[in-house]
């Protein structure tokens, strides 16, 4: 039996963002944007690029120019219109969302990514729902959501995206605990957050984006603290290794930025600008000359 499909995703948004502070004081980290469009955009548009139609916001104080962002915009809109400026009127179609197809919840306090899910889990209800983090940026000929949808319409059960990471960076994710290697799909025996370098079960890392059953929700609810003392979504789905159909890894296909870090974030920047046919040729004649200047200093 095809498992029910899945239509809405979690957008967890709550974070403070201090490692792009002190921009991140009066903006959201997911307004930064990647050449013209924030963070948040390329979430979104690849949520869309996989058939998700209800987008739920787990967001917390001072991030309401999220919620700006997607309404539209009466003022601007009319003024670009006069002025006869159709292609930027184009461009804002993207961030408008019909009504009722986005929610915000809030999570006052920061206690993890397990709890910021489980504080949507009323707009969840008993279905199968997709997370996506927004720091993670993903460019994919087909969208990453879309090609883990495909895959778990034959495996069913949860879902993660998965990336091998070296050993020395595995504490910075979830790792994954694989029992049968498959290509794309792994079946999973369990899943550890953050492991110190020695007690990482694989070089596998869990990547921003997630397919879940409700029983995730269900675990979520003994607010069970794990790693750094926050209530964890890897060790709520590793519950459900146990259960059938289980939980699986996906190496999905594409280039993943960590937009959460500054390294990352300048990485996704030039990878972009370039990837623009508006921007590629200056850019690039613009960065082979930094390079050779840099060269030439050295
Ligand atoms: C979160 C998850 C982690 C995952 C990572 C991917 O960690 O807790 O399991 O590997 O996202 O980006 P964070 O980056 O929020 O610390």
Redesign the pocket.
């Known amino acids: 039996m095809k498992p029910r499909k899945v239509t809405k995703a979690v957008f967890p948004v709550a974070?403070l963002g201090t490692r792009f502070l002190p921009a991140t004081k009066s903006i959201p980290k997911e307004i930064m944007t990647l050449v013209d469009r924030p963070l948040i955009q390329y979430a979104i548009d690849e949520a869309r690029a996989a058939g998700i139609k209800e987008f739920i916001f787990v967001t917390s104080r001072g991030k309401s120019a999220l919620e700006d962002y997607f309404d539209h915009a009466p003022e601007l809109e009319s003024a670009l219109r006069k002025s006869g400026k159709d292609d930027l009127l184009e461009t804002l179609k993207d961030t408008n969302m019909d009504s009722g197809a986005i929610a915000y919840v809030r999570q006052n306090r920061p206690m993890g990514?397990g709890h910021a899910v489980w504080c949507a889990r009323r707009l969840i209800g008993n279905e199968p729902f997709a997370v996506l983090?927004p720091?993670?940026v993903i460019a994919a000929e087909k969208a990453c959501l879309q090609q883990m949808i495909e895959a778990y319409e034959h495996t069913g059960g949860c879902m993660v995206a998965a990336m091998e990471v070296p050993p020395e960076k595995a504490s910075?994710?979830?790792v994954l605990d694989i029992a049968e290697d498959m290509g794309s799909i792994v079946r999973l025996k369990g899943m550890v957050?953050?492991p110190k370098p020695k007690d990482a079960p694989s070089n596998l890392?869990?990547?921003?984006r997630y397919i879940l059953t409700p029983a995730v929700l269900s675990n979520l609810n003994r607010m069970k603290q794990g790693a750094g003392g926050e209530i964890?979504?890897?060790d709520a789905i590793a519950d459900e290794t146990g259960s059938s159909p289980g939980v699986f890894g996906f190496r999905f296909r594409g280039q993943r930025y960590?937009c959460?870090s500054k390294i990352g974030f300048l990485q996704a920047t030039v990878a972009f600008g370039l990837a623009r046919p508006d921007l590629n040729e200056e850019f690039g004649a613009y960065l082979h000359e930094m390079m050779a200047m840099q060269k030439a200093a050295q």
């Not at 890392?205 to 921003?208: K, P, Q, S, Y």
Request: hydrophobic share 30%; no cysteine; net charge negative.
């Open positions: 974070g990514l983090l720091d993670d910075s994710y979830g957050e953050k890392a869990v990547i921003g964890q979504l890897t960590d959460g």
